[in-house]
């Protein structure tokens, strides 16, 4: 589809960031700002003999320098609290602050964190996740057992989370198989990457602070402001100006508490500024390096007769949010197919290295890529097209699923069939070409969510939401549905948003959920001041409200259009009586149950609210001397249920294209033999650029949901990232001969396959 | 940090800025941009060459008493996006407009200069494998004169030449390329911008009416301390048609002489083979182009290097 048949729907934020008049948290100065800088570990693994910060607290120009004792002793992350906000004792990755530094200007910051004195008793980096799990490993949390944590969590030494999924009998479906084919993929770790790196500013006011931060998710940083400051909620105010981007890598609590204490200390506002490569080396939202292990039965006709795999997930140093993650892959290593027996066992190991966190569909893209690159094995191991294959073997509507949820209308089928359609597969290519693809699926994540509309007296709407925005236009979008509940048109309305102080509580922009819940929020207070509408109306009109209509920015009699009378007429008269104020938040969407399956160390993974599916059809060009591979185009068919914003719908896909392509062939995180990251840069860690971007054809299968958002919106923000690694490693592997087995499939690492034949 | 900035407005002035200490910045792409990262902190004295016209000027100049054959003038302000789009140079010495429109992106290629990439002396610089192999040669002033260097002979190692500090490079001289003579550079990249090189190779070819090879020379990108020529060419080439065989040797050749180092973009076994691969891509594709046929700049994208080759045209849909 070209563009133009997109209907328009322009971003309220657009203008501003276009034309560099919107400003980011880095832009923000206020008067006696100091600047601050942290003191890293530096090594990966080490317990620290010594710290002396005299040297530094004395340094004309510097004004607070903290470390662990001078914060409340409070350890904390969501599911299980294994993180304090400095270094104590141990330090466990080589972006772990020891200290923190305020002065007049950063130069002085720098050279105070130069002086600050620590010494530290090396100890050996534990950094292969398969080896920690071993009993005999030394741990990274010697005291993991004295940790508060989620009780539903199976913990044991460097296993930081287990899940396994199992229906059926394993081994008596493998022993129905007329092949059984097992594979083993490693993918490296990558990075969200998002243009502006963070930065935090801090001002109190008596004892009250008001944060301005770089984060997808407001509400989350003031719950970790207000557990390791031990603040009540209302004294802290969390405010994100525009974002420069997440991909998940905002997501978390991360440095707001610092540069709070840092504030609250040296008695002046105080602005924290990462570095392209404190970006890529100190949060904990890098994305996960994974090992997958898959062995299928399958019978000669093309039926699965059973699946078995384990996963092992490097967690890094501290668990951040990743205590689900273990569940979420075993999924991705069963994937929308029908397969009656299985056992995945999957874990989440602590090691040495930077922390691992959500960034855009945690899990999925590498394992899917395991997945669908095995699926071409298992496929080529009885002669069969794999995309026959694919048709033959996934879930569709009314169908149960592998871990028992029964489908009501989805589109997966479809998405196969047009994908593969449109993108021409089958066809005779020129040399050199393949045409490689893969299908993905998953969750939307239901969650509390509010918001309020009011409009004033002039009838203009404003939307106060909890909702944050990280580039994806959801936010944006939430003006569309309550033009849509009060037949006004979406730039009738102002958003006010991404602040803990204005907006009810929202999970923030994170698990592609704002459309699916603040949606509904949004929908549910405008339905209350179109309920005010109708009845004010009727008065005037003399009709029931039941037979007023909110259509063009009037109220209407049904049937009768000449009987109106314009909204903001309404407008004024509630403007000096009972005021136009709508506040939804409605209840979440339940997930259906599962039957027939056992879930070790459930974390509500294994049966989804409208789950989503998509297949991508990836046309590229193999230089077979170098090992470049170039992708020329891409076929994406997505059911994300009803789409509300088109061309907000097609930018998601676009750009997690792209995306899933940098993963593909040029991302992934480097490490030396001490576990330090060496590709640190946008130099060496190579994104695709707009001169990389191949044509990309979205369709969306839209088929109605009632278990989802809004008129039957699912999720998006995350399914397009999943299918196209996968997608790229079949066509390379069509042109090679057999699979890649890591990821990324750097030109590098596809000309050794060539060059050895295979693997 | 840099304390005292000159802007030049005549060349003396800028010379004398330089015999005093100051360092030249032309378009300030390497030197900003690497002390932004740390590779070298600003100098403290600089001398800023953009404004000086006369640098920007691309012409033919009459050759000197001991060779006769008129040169091409290259001002060292001339920036990659002009010889990347300038007629001559994309006509007749493709080879250099190849290497500038493959740097950077559209601003880097705006404001980076020719005279900053030849006397940054990288390696890895993409103008330097075809100006060593058409026998380029920089002209560095300073105030008590002129002399005129090879550049074989101007880099020394990664980042160091023979230019004295006070010896600004106005402008690099390339002998004229006869009728039959063409020029290519492509390089290996994992992207199509924002890139450097992995590799790259740079080659002149004269063809004789038979269409056998009667000059070739060829040099290699990052394999290297230095831009690296190829030796024993004439061997190999002169004589024989550019075909299968003779693109193999020198491949091979490359191979052996390169002595690439192992980092973060590839392997040194990696580079080995691959410069062999765009030495004989550049070879062939200055060869085409000495035989009359026109390859659009640059190279790389024409013959839809970076993957499979000749299919560009065939996708010429796909972006
Ligand atoms: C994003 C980006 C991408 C890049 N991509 C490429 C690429 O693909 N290929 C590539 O080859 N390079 C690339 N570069 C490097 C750089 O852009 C080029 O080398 C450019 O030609 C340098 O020219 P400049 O005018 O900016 O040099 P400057 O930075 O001004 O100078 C570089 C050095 O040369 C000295 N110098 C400059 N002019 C003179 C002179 N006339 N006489 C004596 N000394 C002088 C300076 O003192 C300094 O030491 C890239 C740089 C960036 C930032």
């Known amino acids: 589809m070209t563009t133009t048949e997109i209907p328009r729907f322009v971003r309220a934020d657009g203008p501003d960031k276009v034309t560099g008049s919107g400003r980011y948290t880095a832009d923000l100065t206020l008067t006696g700002m100091l600047a601050a800088k942290f003191k890293y570990s530096g090594i990966s693994h080490g317990r620290i003999t010594r710290l002396d910060v005299t040297a530094a607290r004395e340094m004309a120009g510097v004004l607070a320098v903290l470390t662990d004792a001078d914060v409340p002793d409070v350890h904390y992350d969501p599911q299980i609290k294994d993180r304090t906000l400095f270094a104590r004792d141990i330090v466990r990755f080589e972006g772990e602050i020891v200290a923190a530094v305020a002065a007049l200007t950063p130069e002085i910051a720098e050279a105070a964190v130069a002086a600050i004195i620590v010494e530290y008793e090396e100890l050996t980096p534990i950094l292969d996740p398969e080896a920690a799990m071993d009993k005999s490993s030394p741990l990274v949390h010697e005291d993991w057992e004295s940790y508060e944590a989620g009780s539903w969590l199976v913990r044991s030494g460097n296993t930081a989370s287990f899940s396994s999924l199992e229906r059926g009998d394993v081994d008596a479906g493998l022993a129905e198989a007329d092949q059984i084919i097992s594979s083993r993929y490693v993918a490296d770790g990558s990075h969200a990457a998002p243009i502006e790196p963070r930065a935090v500013v801090a001002q109190w006011e008596g004892n009250k602070v008001t944060i301005w931060t770089s984060t997808q998710v407001p509400f989350d940083a003031r719950a970790g402001v207000c557990e390791t400051l031990q603040l009540p909620t209302n004294r802290v105010r969390v405010i994100v100006p525009h974002l420069g981007g997440g991909f998940g890598g905002k997501c978390g609590f991360h440095f707001e508490a610092h540069v709070a204490a840092l504030a609250r200390t040296a008695g002046r506002p105080v602005r924290l500024v990462f570095s392209r490569e404190e970006e890529f080396t100190i949060p904990d939202r890098r994305r996960e390096g994974i090992v997958v292990e898959l062995t299928t039965g399958v019978r000669k006709d093309g039926s699965i007769t059973a699946r078995k795999a384990n996963v092992v997930i490097d967690c890094g140093a501290y668990i951040a949010d990743t205590a689900f993650f273990p569940q979420l892959a075993a999924m991705h290593a069963v994937g929308p197919y029908l397969v009656p027996n299985l056992m995945v066992e999957s874990q989440i190991v602590y090691t040495n290295h930077q922390p691992s966190g959500s960034v855009r569909a945690p899990t999925a893209p590498q394992v899917c890529w395991a997945l669908e690159s095995h699926i071409d094995e298992v496929a080529k191991a009885i002669n069969m097209d794999p995309v026959k294959f694919r048709l033959k073997n996934a879930v569709d509507t009314g169908m149960v699923g592998p871990l028992g949820q029964t489908y009501e209308e989805i589109g997966l089928r479809r998405c196969i069939q047009q994908a593969t359609e449109a993108a021409g597969y089958g066809q005779e290519l020129p040399e050199n070409e393949a045409i490689g693809v893969a299908i993905g699926w998953w969750p939307s994540f239901a969650s509390a969510s509010g918001s309020y509309v009011k409009l004033d007296d002039d009838g203009a709407g404003q939307i106060i939401t909890g909702a944050q925005e990280c580039g994806t236009g959801a936010v944006m979008t939430l003006r569309q549905l309550a033009a849509d509940e009060l037949g006004m048109k979406p730039e009738d309305f102002e958003i006010i948003y991404q602040d803990t102080a204005t907006g009810p509580y929202d999970m923030g922009a994170t698990g592609s959920q704002t459309l699916l819940n603040n949606g509904r929020a949004v929908v549910e207070a405008s339905q209350q001041i179109a309920e005010q509408l109708r009845e004010l109306a009727a008065d005037r009109l003399e009709a029931a409200p039941a037979d007023i209509v909110l259509a063009d920015g009037k109220a209407q009699v049904a049937g009768s259009p000449e009987s109106a009378v314009p909204l903001s007429k309404l407008a004024a008269i509630a403007g000096s009586g009972k005021l136009l104020l709508g506040h939804g938040s409605g209840s979440p969407p339940v997930a259906p149950p599962i039957v027939g399956a056992n879930c070790v160390g459930d974390q509500g993974m294994a049966s989804w609210v409208g789950p989503q599916f998509s297949c991508h059809a990836v046309r590229l060009r193999l230089d077979p001397e170098t090992g470049v591979t170039r992708v020329i185009s891409v076929h994406a068919d997505h059911d994300s249920g009803t789409i509300i914003n088109p061309m907000g719908a097609h930018g998601q896909v676009e750009g997690a294209i792209i995306m899933g392509i940098g993963q593909a062939l040029t991302e992934g995180t480097r490490y030396d033999e001490t576990g330090k990251q060496m590709n640190t840069s946008l130099l060496e860690y190579k994104l695709q650029t707009a001169a990389d971007s191949p044509s990309i054809h979205t369709q969306f299968v839209e088929v109605f949901t009632e278990n989802a958002g809004p008129h039957g919106a699912k999720g998006l923000a995350e399914a397009p990232n999943i299918a196209t690694a996968a997608a790229v490693a079949n066509g390379l592997a069509k042109l090679i001969g057999s699979p890649m087995r890591q990821l990324p499939m750097t030109a590098e690492r596809v000309w050794d396959t060539i060059s050895e034949g295979g693997s | ?319």
């Open chain 2, 1 to 319: 940090m840099t304390t005292h900035l000159l802007v030049a407005t005549t060349l003396d002035e800028a010379l004398a800025a330089m015999a005093n200490g100051a360092r030249p910045i032309a378009g300030g792409t390497d030197l900003v941009v690497g002390a932004r990262v740390g590779k070298a902190p600003l100098p403290t004295e600089l001398v800023a060459i953009d404004r000086l016209d006369e640098l920007d000027i691309v012409g033919m100049v009459p050759g000197g008493s001991d060779d006769p054959t008129p040169l091409l003038f290259v001002g060292a302000m001339v920036s990659h996006a002009t010889i990347m789009n300038h007629p001559l140079l994309a006509a007749s010495y493709s080879g250099l407009a190849d290497a500038s429109a493959l740097v950077g992106s559209p601003s880097t290629r705006n404001v980076g200069t020719i005279g900053g990439n030849v006397m940054n002396a990288s390696p890895a610089m993409d103008t330097g494998a075809p100006l060593l192999a058409m026998g380029a040669m920089a002209v560095l002033q300073s105030v008590s004169g002129s002399r005129t260097v090879p550049l074989a002979e101007l880099w020394t190692g990664p980042g160091t030449t023979s230019a004295g500090p006070d010896e600004l490079c106005v402008a690099i001289l390339i002998p004229r390329r006869m009728g039959e003579e063409g020029s290519a550079y492509v390089r290996l990249e994992y992207r199509r911008a924002m890139e450097i090189a992995v590799v790259g190779a740079g080659a002149a070819v004269t063809l004789n009416d038979d269409g056998t090879v009667a000059k070739a020379a060829v040099a290699l990108t990052a394999v290297g301390p230095t831009i690296l020529a190829l030796t024993g060419l004439e061997e190999l080439l002169i004589g024989t048609p550019l075909d299968d065989l003779s693109l193999s040797a020198v491949a091979m050749l490359a191979s052996e002489q390169a002595s690439p180092i192992s980092d973060l973009r590839a392997s040194d076994k990696y580079r080995r083979h691959t410069v062999g691969v765009m030495a004989k891509r550049a070879l062939e594709a200055a060869g085409r182009r000495a035989a009359g046929e026109t390859i659009a700049i640059p190279v790389n994208r024409a013959e839809g290097i970076g993957a499979a080759r000749n299919a560009a045209a065939q996708n010429g849909a796909a972006k």
